[in-house]
């Protein structure tokens, strides 16, 4: 079955203390990206990659880091959490940067993050 | 970061009412992507719009691509209740590396 997998699915946390929220897809795709969504702000898009070893920031990429040493791995990494990356993230994937035809991005399933 | 303007916020239907929300930028895009969030999971996409004036349909489901390019609308005839959830809007622009910019979504709610 096609899925992009986050893990975990929730977490809480405290300040200053690293975390990693892993994100796999099992389609090929080139390119992945990170958002997190935040009541009346819709979804806000952290970092992206292309493909395998490019990487860029989005709209709100402090306090975030990312790799893609693999296709089909995008973690999203938080080095120094803070209160304010209390959040609901989302990892997607789709098999090119533009969506042509019938090839939407692909959503995980969702991280609650709560940084205390 | 930039932000479509979408609208309403909220809205409180009947079964069986029809639905319109928009979203609406100051900037241009070049494709327009209505997307549907149930509770508890990402975003699934209804619909995409890729040229200036088109109108799509899937099922009940109607979207338009606003002719300056600035603009596109969703339209929910007769709404039943699996319809509830949020809907969002998503533009994309190729000229900023292929990022989709998103509406802060439309959360529908249907009475019993």
């Known amino acids: 079955e096609a899925q992009v997998t986050q893990n975990p699915r929730y977490l809480i946390t405290v300040t200053g203390k690293k975390l990693t929220v892993t994100c796999s897809q099992n389609?090929?795709?080139?390119?992945m990206s990170w958002y997190r969504q935040d009541p009346g702000l819709g979804l806000r898009q952290i970092y992206y990659s292309m493909n395998v070893e490019v990487t860029d920031k989005g709209d709100v990429p402090e306090g975030y880091k990312v790799s893609r040493k693999e296709k089909r791995n995008f973690p999203l990494i938080l080095e120094s959490p803070s209160p304010n990356q209390t959040s609901l993230y989302f990892c997607?994937?789709?098999?090119?940067?533009?969506?042509?035809?019938?090839?939407?991005?692909?959503f995980g399933d969702g991280t609650r993050l709560s940084i205390l | 970061g930039q932000q479509l303007n979408q609208s309403p916020q909220s809205m409180f239907i009947q079964e069986g009412e029809d639905v319109s929300m928009n979203c609406t930028s100051s900037?241009?895009?070049?494709?327009w992507l209505w997307y549907k969030q149930d509770p508890g999971e990402g975003p699934v996409l209804l619909i995409a719009l890729y040229k200036a004036g088109e109108l799509t349909s899937n099922g009940r489901l109607t979207a338009q691509f606003g002719i300056t390019r600035k603009d596109s609308f969703l339209n929910i005839s007769a709404s039943i209740p699996s319809d509830v959830g949020i809907y969002f809007c998503a533009g994309l622009r190729w000229d900023s590396n292929y990022q989709l910019i998103w509406g802060a979504g439309t959360k529908l709610i249907i009475k019993p």
């Open positions: 900037s241009i895009f070049n494709t």
């Open positions: 997607a994937s789709s098999p090119r940067p533009r969506v042509i035809g019938n090839q939407p991005q692909h």
């Open positions: 389609m090929n795709h080139e390119y």
